[in-house]
């Protein structure tokens, strides 16, 4: 069943007894996900389009809207998504890929950031508390098979074995 309430078509995926409406394109990477045993919080499959009013009220952020046009975002759990970005590193070959998951200045590299959260936000009466809960990865659309295929090798229990990578786009 496919919905469109929200800015992108969304699709029911289910593994076990976890389901959720995910966005069309990155339901089958979800569903790849979930079967690897990791949780998620949300998902975006165009984080330009989902966010393209926001420079209207927040004329700051029209170069970041553009900027984010073709790129996909899920956040998770710390701990799940670090055990995402390994699980994907190992199941496949460190080619260009790997390097554009893995440093941050290679050409068209995944944005990685684990965000501090005050629980305050949500509860305004309360003190501030930090904690480190998330965990965001952005990658360019065009990775997205790659991404998906990597996870499903992982879940099938192959590895690709280490070798060097080629980190000349990085100047190393």
Known sequence: MTSYEGTHPTVLVRVGSRHAQIDEQLAPVI???WECGFDTFT???DLAESNADWPE?????AEWVESRRGWMLIDF???SGLGLLSAAANAGPRDA???RMT???APDAWDVKIKPMDTAMFQEDRPSHFGLRLLQVSFPAYDLPELTRRLREH???RTVAPAPADWSTVGR
């Open 31 to 33: 569903q790849a996900i």
């Open 43 to 45: 998902c975006c499959q």
């Open 57 to 61: 009220k927040l004329p700051h952020m």
């Open 77 to 79: 759990p710390v701990d």
């Open 97 to 99: 890929f790997y390097v």
């Open 103 to 105: 440093h941050w200045a």
């Open 155 to 157: 879940a099938a229990g």
